[in-house]
């Protein structure tokens, strides 16, 4: 389950933003951008970030998770298109280099804490 390891990055990455002139800080909402190929399993992901921010600010912190489509652009044509699985080929001139803008990423947008 590699959910684990992500989770503690993210948590890892919330905590040092955190401001720093707050006392017992509380976060609310993590914002975070998936990517459809970044083979992430949403639930799996949300199991692992309750178990690892007990009695941290995150604690009770909600995942906001948006995914975010695979986009492709093909180097030959310029054409460029969203697809839901890895696409190697364009299929309008069939030239083969194929490069992906988006899909992978595993990020955090923001963070809203609690007043
Ligand atoms: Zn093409």
């Known amino acids: 389950m590699h ?30 951008k998936i990517g459809k190929l970044s ?12 178990i690892i921010t007990k009695d941290t600010p995150l604690e009770n912190a909600r995942l906001d998770i948006e995914s975010v489509p695979v986009r492709i652009r093909c180097t030959g044509c310029g054409k460029e298109w969203e697809a839901d699985t890895p696409v190697f080929q364009c ?13 992978r990423e595993i990020e955090i947008i923001s963070m809203e804490l609690f007043d």
């Open 39 to 50: 083979s992430v399993v949403e639930h799996s992901l949300t199991f692992c970030f309750e």
């Open 3 to 32: 959910e684990m390891g992500i989770a503690q990055e993210l948590v890892k990455i919330a905590l040092d933003a955190l401001p720093k002139d707050l006392e017992n800080p509380q976060v609310e909402t993590l914002n975070l």
């Open 91 to 103: 299929s309008d001139c069939e030239q083969g280099k194929v490069e992906m803008l988006s899909g």
